[in-house]
């Protein structure tokens, strides 16, 4: 047992990083995502140390934290690592809130934590970036809003599987030990929002 383990401090990936990725691409049987996820893992890593990374061999792509909801912002933070990563490299926005800002930033791909319990709306924001009316796509976003918050106040995976399990989608409870649902009260507040959305179980 290593209870304590979240007691220890996380080492930051510096500039060596990369051999994890070189020793990860020499083994691995499928194409591997760099996931840069600061808010879990404390680590950050540097514009530079991703494009070093997806010029290994195996990566496939690199999933950035959400990008700002400044139009203007997203695009500069796109287009500088754009720069840096090569062409066969896609670039992915997480955060279902930012996903239409990142996506008409530049990004390639969505990855979307409620897209599968939630096609419906996830597929028509990026329909309409690849249709180039980005005022639609973030009307359509904007119309999320109830949802975006409650992914924001409980946790992306959380609230997506207790939108799936509302929806019967799956069984609950879903999640692995010992990670919890969400509790009663969250559960009508996936209801309230899933409502306001014109989402109905």
Not at 11 to 30: H, K, M, Q, R, V
Not at 37 to 45: A, E, G, S, Y
Not at 66 to 78: E, F, G, M
Not at 141 to 160: E, F, I, K, N, T
Request: aromatic share 6%; proline share 6%; hydrophobic share 45%.
């Amino acid at each position: 047992m290593f209870a304590g383990l979240s007691a220890f401090p996380l080492t930051p990936i510096t500039d060596n990083g990369i051999d994890l990725y070189a020793d990860a691409a020499e083994f691995a049987s499928a194409p591997i995502v760099v996931y840069d996820n600061p808010d879990t893992t404390h680590i950050d890593f540097s514009d530079e140390l991703h494009g070093r990374i997806a010029h290994r061999d195996g990566i496939v792509s690199i999933k950035i934290p959400p990008v700002s909801l400044n139009a203007d912002q997203a695009t500069a933070r796109v287009e500088r690592l754009r720069a840096l990563i090569p062409a066969g490299v896609t670039l992915g926005v997480s955060g279902d809130e930012a996903g239409a800002t990142g996506l008409l930033a530049g990004c390639e791909t969505w990855y979307s934590a409620i897209a599968g319990a939630l096609p419906e709306p996830c597929l028509a924001i990026t329909r309409a970036v690849a249709g180039r009316d980005g005022e639609h796509a973030l009307a359509l976003s904007d119309r999320m809003q109830p949802v975006w918050m409650l992914l924001r106040q409980y946790g992306s995976y959380r609230v997506a599987s207790a939108i799936a399990e509302y929806l019967g989608l799956v069984t609950g409870p879903s999640l692995p030990r010992p990670v919890q649902g969400l509790d009663q009260a969250g559960r009508r507040a996936v209801a309230m929002a899933l409502a306001e959305v014109g989402v109905t179980a």
